[in-house]
């Protein structure tokens, strides 16, 4: 990342990552060092943005979707030929798909999905603990959530690493290994085939229906209507990318963290009552989403003269790792007194299925722990980190015990 204007109150900045982090020095050290020089500054990536770099700038900006629109959520894409749903709709729309899905996230139908999350962590657990080693985000990370996820949405767990590839086109690009665009539009349009048929299927047999959101899908309606067939496919593309590798990326940083902090881990190991807490601490450490909007009117956003259709960028670390806010906020604490966690964003999109994460992160933590109490990062293995355009992630864990 280098520096490569400076002006007055909104400086040019490069704002790009190494791909390889080793223990220590991640995306979010990175992240730190621009957040102490700027306030706000503009991105030269692509046709340019601006970047909001504290934690009221964050807030606000999320709370007032009148001037920061969703219509547009990729801040390298102003103007896409996609609308996900209803990550990409501003209220008063936003709103009435909130109430169609929120039944599926809810905390009493998240709570009942606590024993198969359990179980599922367990037999993946059990099958690696006698090897002494793993490969964390492929053998661990990028299934446990996914196979409880599938179930929800009513997809075929057996096609996992179809689902796995298509996603990491999705979600994983960038402006250098996909310029045009090609190979994400290629995936999501593979994706959104697949849901088609299997409602058409399901349309056509009824016998096929199942207590899952693409059975449920075929009864939707906003505003006494039948939702269009197109939006449909909006909604579950969406939720098949929110759903998938979230979970698995954030459970990697905690893995990250725990196996490098041996007073952490054997806290956890110890106790596991307090397994809760640091759960939250480290997604507020570790706040993977970059949020985008798009600005809807002219403003003067605290110094910053942003036109109507200009693209900013909001990644949560920087409003979760804010000094101003956290005492020693780039410190994973895990006693740290009860605060806001923005992890999961704010405003009327704040995450819809942040029940259900919170639970798998919770319940990985007690399984992992209960049978591989002491770990380390594999001496003279590498950690890698990757920055794909939403999200960061971390790509190889390599973990020994
Ligand atoms: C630790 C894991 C997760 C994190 C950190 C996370 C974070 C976020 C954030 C920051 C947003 C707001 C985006 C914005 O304002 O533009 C969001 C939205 C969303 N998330 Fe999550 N998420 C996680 C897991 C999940 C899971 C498991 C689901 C399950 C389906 C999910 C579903 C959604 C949906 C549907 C939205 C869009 C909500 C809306 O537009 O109203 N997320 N998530």
Redesign the pocket.
Known sequence: MTQSEQGATCPVVRFEFSPVATPGESFFAQLDELRREHRVFRSDEAQGYWVLARNDLIVEA?QHPETFS?VA?VPTMPDPPFRWI??M?DPPG?TK??RL?GGW?SPGRTAKLETPVREMCTTLVDGLVDGGRCEFVADFAARF?TTI?LQ?IGLPVSELSRFMAWEDKILHFDSETDPDYSQMMTAMNEVTAMFSSLIAERRADPSRRADDIISASLDWQIDGRPVSDDDVLSCLL??FM??LD??A??LSFMLHHLATHDRDRRALVEDPNRIPGAVEEM?RAH???R???KVARDVDFHGCPMKAGDMVSMP?AFASRDEDVFQDATTVDIDRPSFANL???A????????H??RR??VVALEEWHRRIPEYQVTPGAQVLEHAGNGVYGVDSLPLSW
């Open positions: 999320l969703s959520t209803p990550i709709l936003h798909w909130r899905l996230f959530p996820f929800i969406l939720l929110a759903g979230t979970v990326s954030q997604l706040a993977i989403v949020v985008g909007r949560l992890a999961f964003g405003g009327p999109h704040r995450c819809l299925g942040s259900l994460a798998e992160l």
